[in-house]
């Protein structure tokens, strides 16, 4: 299995735009989650999903935010529109249990000019 | 919500030694868990463990719940040990799932 995939690995935008990150997790998989880790706030848990459906958003941090995951092998978190404080670099991981080993994704480094 | 406080902060090792990384919270819990970021920013799940020990390899944790903390032990380190370790906690009574600040382990050969 290739483990969890994120794309972009990287990103540069400007103030105002839209960024969508996108995560394939590890097939068979039934929890997906987002991750932000930034030097001022460090690791946070922004949502994750069983099945697909989102059971805990407690972590997004404001309407700017969404996060979908329209089939099994694929979830996008987007922000719309991004701001500068949203740089941070954002981490995908799945498990095949909530409570059991999840296993991340490389990350996508987001910079927003 | 919750205070997770970790220390030491910083770890200076000499490959080989041991060393225990301590995780205080300032509630109850019904998740913990441990994580290792590798120099690099990879992200590794250590253990899930609310209560009581894991082993696995050269690693070991505990957490003693009645007491509101955790350890995490790692014997004979190696150089791939460093990184900075999180734990991280979710209230018994919350959702939300918070992490510490982290101690930065430095294994030098």
């Known amino acids: 299995d290739a483990g969890v995939i994120q794309s972009p690995r990287h990103e540069v935008t400007e103030m105002g735009q839209e960024v969508t990150l996108r995560c394939k997790p590890i097939s068979g998989h039934d929890y997906l989650f987002w991750y932000r880790q930034t030097m001022m706030r460090g690791l946070e848990l922004l949502i994750y999903?069983?099945?697909?459906?989102?059971?805990?958003d407690s972590g997004m941090p404001e309407d700017r935010f969404s996060a979908k995951m329209p089939n099994a092998s694929f979830s996008t978190l987007k922000i719309q529109p991004s701001e500068p404080r949203d740089s941070a670099v954002y981490f995908c991981?799945?498990?095949?249990?909530?409570?059991?080993?999840?296993?991340f994704g490389p990350g996508t480094r987001l910079l927003v000019l | 919500g919750i205070q997770v406080e970790q220390s030491p902060p910083d770890l200076i090792l000499q490959e080989g030694a041991n060393s225990t990384l301590r995780c205080n919270f300032s509630?109850?819990?019904?998740?913990l868990q441990w994580f290792h970021q590798n120099p690099w920013g990879q992200l590794i799940n250590l253990f899930y463990?609310?209560?009581g020990t894991k082993q696995n390899g050269r690693l070991s944790a505990t957490t003693v719940a009645t007491e509101r903390y955790s350890l995490l032990y790692i014997s004979s380190s190696q150089t791939t040990d460093s990184g900075v370790y999180f734990c991280?906690?979710?209230?018994?009574?919350?959702?939300?799932?918070?992490f510490g600040g982290g101690t930065r382990v430095l294994v030098k050969p």
């Open positions: 991981a799945s498990s095949l249990q909530e409570l059991v080993t999840q296993y």
């Open positions: 463990i609310p209560s």
């Open positions: 991280a906690v979710r209230a018994a009574a919350g959702n939300k799932l918070t």
């Open positions: 999903f069983n099945n697909n459906v989102p059971i805990d």
């Open positions: 509630d109850s819990v019904n998740n």
